[in-house]
């Protein structure tokens, strides 16, 4: 290969070898090609028109948190800070959550201290696939610029 129209020609005929003449290794093959191993394979679903971008709270009803309320009296769910009060500070809390309210009841295992609508929630009911595909590239992206800072917020700590 000397550049990389010789490269994308070479690509091209990969996924025929892939599946039709290399043998796989893996127990799902079991040292057939993936086209005799699987000869017929079911369809794949259709992407949806349209999307409820806000659909996992209802598979997350009833979930329940434990969370350290820290110095400041704040919690973290995801990347999102809750204000449950200096006064529970370093206090074990337990975060239920409510997807019908859409909203966290935080507790101390006794008694309900505070509530908060959850963060992080769309406006709309209804979206357009394109419009939620990019949301939630945007979203990923925000979620590890959000992983990475605060690695490297306690890296620098330790």
């Given amino acids: 290969m000397n550049d990389i129209a ?5 690509l091209e005929s ?3 070898y892939y599946h039709t003449k290399r043998r796989h290794q893996g127990r799902a093959c079991k040292g057939k090609t993936p086209d005799q191993a ?13 999307i409820n971008p806000n659909l996992w709270l209802e598979h997350e009803d009833g979930r329940i948190y434990r969370r350290r309320v820290n110095k400041n009296g704040m919690i973290q769910i995801d990347k999102y800070q809750y204000y449950v009060g200096t006064q529970h500070a370093r206090v074990q809390v337990l975060v239920h959550m409510n997807s019908d309210e859409k909203i966290f009841h935080i507790e101390d295992g006794k008694n309900e201290l505070i509530r908060h609508p959850i963060k992080g929630l769309h406006d709309e009911k209804m979206m357009d696939f394109q419009s939620y ?6 979203e990923a992206r925000s979620a590890e ?14």
């Fill in 6 to 10: 010789d490269a994308l020609e070479a």
């Fill in 14 to 16: 990969f996924p025929e």
């Fill in 38 to 50: 699987f000869p017929t394979l079911p369809p794949t679903r259709t992407v949806p028109d349209v």
């Fill in 133 to 138: 595909l990019i949301t939630m590239k945007i």
């Fill in 145 to 158: 610029r959000h992983r990475f800072n605060t690695w490297h917020r306690h890296e620098d700590a330790a």
